[in-house]
């Protein structure tokens, strides 16, 4: 057997300096676990890596805003983008950052290669020095009058307005970040990467294909407006790039280079650098457990020609991953180079640009907080409308509009539909069929026979579903997606089983086979771009959730071999919900939220968990709440959260196990008023069987507060 296909796949580092929104989900993120996922199921050999972007001026000059140590910007940040990417269902194989040591010396090893082979040229130039800080300013130190475009708040290394990439000694009128003062003119010494020197082999490589003469991958296959870009610029013609500046704030310039002091790598430098350490750091943890994976895997990935580097990013990083990021790759010699860049475009927001600094955002925290439960919702949404070839525009009318008429009156009404009757008409067994029985109002029947016509059908559209994805076609993926429930309702309405169960139960029997199989191949086709709802979906069907080895590969095989998912006989599960249409009064809620903290502060509604749905006041007081005094607690041994307290409810004492123990010390919680949940069925927790709940009051932070009455009120009395 020959190896499987080896792909690394990689989505841009988010840069640790500010929350994540659904135009940075859409960009760089959703697209690359689509197609990470959807290679899994085709059984190739694929690594996703990503991680935290935490160096640059735009950290260290918010953390000196702030008045806080980098260090505390750049974990606030990780911490939160690895949350959320989980939260959505990004599939990672790992998620790093680049702040580690492995990161550091990875980075570091890399320059100091590119040093010794002479791959640099040094150069002493002047650049601009801010005399009240003492300190060079590079890239976001500096900001001025764009000379491409006039944009007035151009930085040093980019403008924001026409996407130009930028020297601080192009601005027009510059001043310092820092101070706020005309910088001055002072003498550095930096090491270049003579750009210039690559024209022709970039030309060759990104714009030809070609690699050392040989054919490295199809030009005509990369999007157009990133083959455009990268012609604009190697046609503008390209300059030495410094690849290292004087900060405090980065990856050190190995020491045993003269005059290393004082200078950290440029962050496009390091930060690419990072897919490659991410990979090293999975390669060590999957080594460590034992399961035959060596330290050295990561070679396989970056350095065996055969691999397929994939970079997933938005458009405004076209230039270092397809022009710089290649030179150093190609500098450094023993690495592979990018077969495909995919860069998207944006995602606007309501009309307007999406924008961090005006709060104009939909925020991938607010929205995980806010729309629990919804997350395959928002991949929906966002892979629809993803700006593959222009930009693309998100509104909340449209996230509802996809929702209720495509998720819920498309795909959970087909798959509801087969469900509910295959568990009506046959027990929840899938039926068994007459396979040369011509139906009703069907006259194509014959040779090969409807069913074998329907399973060659579906083959087809699942082969069409995939060619869209190869092509990194997503949007049209997750058309053809639906089509299959579109078409499986249309065949329902067609031969409407639920009129001819009585009359004819043998075509029914047909029918209701064929849509089970479509059921069963949507489970499948579905789990690249909604793996929560195919999760769902597989239940039902009683088959094991989709695991990302070879489920689609094994599919078509069957499909093309006339065989089926689902055998006869197959005891399938009951039906589930799937998708609750948005009410409008929820959506109006959103975009009041979004006009209303513009230009400002997050309104504190935006900053709430929103109100769950009504109760009847009959199950409300179902619940009986009662006043307590804890008078033993201690630490639950093996556990961090456990505490184990012991509570006199007047006229009794009972235990509750509550996980409060990263709050509140044993000691300090004793002698407390709570309140207690005292009708909750016992649970048994870690061997210690919890007898109701206490109460407790949480915000944002992850505080956590007793809601207490009164120290003098007494023990075991009614909350309500
Ligand atoms: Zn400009």
């Excluded at 123990?661 to 061997?687: C, D, Q, S, W």
Aim: hydrophobic residues 35%; aromatic residues 10%; glycine residues 6%.
């Amino acid at each position: 057997m020959t190896n499987p296909e080896r792909y690394i796949v990689t989505s841009a580092l988010p840069y640790a300096n500010g929350p994540l929104h659904v135009g940075h989900l859409s960009g760089a993120y959703l697209p690359a676990d689509v197609y990470v996922r959807f290679l899994r199921i085709m059984g190739k050999d694929v690594l996703f890596v990503c991680g935290s972007d935490e160096h640059g001026a735009a950290i260290t000059l918010k953390a000196r805003k702030e008045g806080v140590h980098p260090r505390e910007i750049i974990d606030k940040y990780h911490g939160e983008f690895k949350q959320s990417f989980e939260k959505i269902g990004l599939s990672f194989d790992i998620y790093h950052r680049t702040s580690s040591d492995l990161h550091h010396e990875t980075s570091a090893g890399f320059f100091k290669k590119l040093y010794e082979k002479g791959e640099f040229v040094e150069k002493e130039s002047s650049q601009y020095f801010d005399q009240e800080a003492q300190q060079f300013l590079a890239d976001r130190y500096i900001k001025g009058e764009c000379p491409k475009c006039g944009y007035s708040e151009a930085y040093g290394d980019q403008c924001e307005s026409c996407g130009s990439s930028l020297n601080p000694i192009d601005l027009i009128n510059p001043i310092s970040t820092l101070s706020g003062q005309q910088p001055v003119l002072k003498s550095t010494r930096h090491w270049y990467l003579p750009l210039d020197r690559y024209e022709d082999w970039l030309r060759d490589y990104i714009l030809e294909g070609k690699l050392d003469g040989e054919e490295h991958h199809d030009p005509n296959k990369w999007k157009n407006h990133v083959i455009g870009q990268c012609k604009s610029w190697i046609d503008g013609g390209l300059e030495p790039r410094a690849m290292t500046r004087d900060l405090d704030w980065g990856v050190d310039v190995p020491q045993d280079i003269p005059g290393s002091e004082g200078k950290k790598l440029y962050v496009w430098l390091d930060a690419p650098i990072g897919y490659i350490s991410a990979t090293r750091q999975w390669a060590l943890e999957n080594a460590a457990k034992g399961e035959g994976g060596r330290e050295d895997d990561w070679k396989k990935y970056w350095m065996d020609k055969s691999s397929c580097l994939i970079h997933f990013i938005g458009k405004d990083n076209i230039v270092f991953h397809c022009l710089i990021f290649p030179a150093i790759l190609k500098a450094h010699g023993d690495y592979v180079l990018p077969k495909n860049v995919p860069a998207n475009q944006f995602m606007n927001l309501e009309g307007k640009k999406i924008s961090t600094s005006r709060n104009w955002a939909v925020w991938m925290e607010d929205f995980l907080d806010r729309w629990q439960g919804m997350e395959d919702s928002l991949r929906y949404y966002c892979i629809k409308n993803m700006p593959e070839q222009k930009d693309s525009e998100f509104t909340w009318k449209g996230f509802q509009e996809a929702h209720n008429n495509e998720l819920v009156n498309n795909l959970a009404n087909f798959i509801n539909r087969v469900i509910v009757l295959t568990n009506k008409y046959y027990n929840g067994s899938v039926p068994e069929f007459d396979e040369n029985l011509p139906l009703e109002g069907n006259d194509d029947y014959g040779m090969p026979s409807y069913h074998e016509t329907e399973l060659m059908d579906l083959f087809d559209r699942l082969d069409q579903l995939c060619e869209s994805i190869r092509s990194f076609e997503l949007r049209n993926g997750l058309k053809q997606l639906m089509e299959l429930s579109s078409y499986g309702n249309q065949f329902l309405q067609n031969h409407e089983p639920w009129k001819l169960q009585k009359s004819d139960p043998d075509s029914v029997a047909v029918v209701m086979n064929v849509s089970l199989q479509i059921v069963a191949a949507i489970s499948v086709a579905i789990y690249p771009f909604l793996p929560f709802t195919s999760e769902k979906i597989r239940t039902m069907l009683a088959l094991e959730p989709i695991k990302g080895t070879d489920e689609l590969l094994v599919l078509l095989d069957s499909l093309s071999e006339g065989e089926v998912l689902l055998p006869t006989h197959h005891k399938i599960g009951e039906p589930t919900h799937l998708f609750t249409r948005i009410k409008d009064e929820l959506i109006e809620e959103e975009l009041k939220l979004l006009h209303e903290s513009q230009d400002g502060e997050k309104s504190k509604a935006m900053d709430r968990p929103r109100i769950k749905e009504n109760v009847e006041f009959e199950n409300f007081s179902t619940l009986d709440l009662r006043t307590a005094t804890i008078v033993h607690a201690e630490k639950v041994p093996k556990t961090k959260k456990l505490l184990k307290l012991e509570v006199d409810l007047g006229f009794e004492r009972r235990t509750i196990v509550s996980g409060i123990a990263e709050h509140h010390l044993p000691e300090e919680v004793i002698g407390k008023k709570v309140t207690i949940v005292a009708n909750l069925a016992p649970k048994n927790l870690r061997g210690i069987l919890s007898n109701g709940m206490i109460l407790m009051a949480e915000d944002n932070n992850g505080r956590l507060e007793f809601v207490s009455p009164p120290q003098d009120f007494e023990d075991g009395f009614t909350v309500r």
